[in-house]
């Protein structure tokens, strides 16, 4: 059972105290889901921002507030992936600031590469991943070009960096943050744990109540996240059940341990509706009925297409299901009779 914690949810741009020295900031997103949680730490020399929320002139605004109550200088800026929700304003206060970025190395580069300009590129292996999942050729040359909105909403990433890197340690005023890294939702997402005082900084890595995305995408079509995800859960369980965690998502909770094995049986839930629907061929279009409840279009139906991918390429990979591409050029997925 995960408990949240007695903390009372900040107001939407508002923040609050949530433990010495640590403050959370609600700051608000411009989608489906309508709010991140941002932190900042105290330290002699000044504050450090976890995270960032999304590139906009609400969201600069906001910081400029929270900045002018605490009054405090800002000594650097941490991002936990590469999202534009965490890491959409980063360069932004760097260059305000003349602070550093804090990021591991495969989510910087991740970053810079992603939301960079490049023009010339050939996008047809970006239509070919939606034509693949069972779209229409329309419907996939859609997708490609609305790539520019997702764009917009990260500042230019800084062209230096600081490197966070599992195992090590960042000392911010009088606590010692270990820097944990793990893949499936992004590539090398960082958590930072203080293990004397039993807090976590969790970002997207384990979320209360919803599901971080688990997803495959364009620019890496055969990736298999869901076993490195499967792989953080194990790792994040044996933590402290009391250990107080602070994630990007909802609100404050103890409980880490149940949390992880809720994860664990969701998605092991969903490989189990795959391979029952799988007895015969499927595209991962028509997977996605057998995942999702609810009717799935635009921005839902991208993230949606992602982690069903991600689930079938976990099954292709562990011998379970078979792929294999159609005249129309859709891939096919079938369940070995082994199942």
């Known amino acids: ?44 020399e000044g504050l450090y921002i976890v995270d960032t929320g999304v590139q906009s002139e609400h969201s600069k605004t906001i910081w400029q507030q929270v900045l002018n109550a605490l009054n405090k200088p800002v000594a650097g800026v941490i991002a936990t992936h590469m999202h534009p929700d965490h890491c959409g304003l980063a360069g932004w206060l760097c260059q305000q600031f003349k602070v550093p970025l804090y990021m591991s190395a495969l989510e910087y580069y991740g970053a810079i590469a992603y939301f960079s300009p490049n023009p010339g590129a050939d996008t047809s292996v970006e239509v070919d991943y939606f034509v693949r999942a069972g779209l229409s050729q329309a419907e996939a040359e859609s997708y490609v070009s609305d790539h520019s ?3 917009e909403s990260v500042a230019p990433i800084p062209l230096a960096y600081q490197r966070l890197q599992a195992g090590k340690s960042l000392t911010i005023g009088n606590r010692q943050w270990q820097i944990l890294t793990y893949g499936g939702h ?28 688990i997803g495959v995408y364009s620019r890496e079509p055969e990736a298999e996240p869901l076993t490195d995800y499967l792989y953080s859960l194990q790792q994040l369980k044996q ?5 107080l965690v602070l994630p990007a998502h909802n609100q404050p909770y103890t409980g880490l341990p149940t949390r992880c094995d809720e994860l664990t049986s969701h998605h092991l839930k969903l490989l189990d509706r795959l391979l029952k629907h799988c007895a015969t061929p499927q595209s991962l279009q028509s997977c ?6 609810r009717t799935l279009t635009g921005q839902m139906l991208f993230f949606a297409l992602a982690e069903g991918l991600a689930h079938l390429n976990h099954l292709v990979k562990a011998g379970r299901v078979t792929r294999s591409l159609d005249e129309q050029g859709v891939y096919r997925y079938q369940a070995c009779e082994t199942n």
Not at 1 to 19: D, E, L, N, R
Not at 239 to 243: E, R, V
Not at 288 to 293: A, E, F, S, V
């Open 149 to 151: 909105r997702y764009a």
């Open 186 to 213: 992004s590539p090398e997402h960082v958590c930072l744990f203080d293990a004397e005082a039993r807090l976590l900084i969790g970002g997207d890595q384990i979320l209360p109540y919803i599901s971080p995305n």
């Open 239 to 243: 933590l402290p059940a009391d250990t």
């Open 1 to 44: 059972m995960i408990t949240p914690s007695t903390h009372s949810i900040p107001a939407s741009g508002s923040f609050c105290k949530v433990a010495a020295g640590v403050y959370w900031l609600r700051m608000p997103l411009p989608f489906a889901l309508d709010h991140i949680n941002l932190y900042l730490l105290e330290a002699d």
């Open 288 to 293: 996605l009925p057998k995942l999702y409840r």
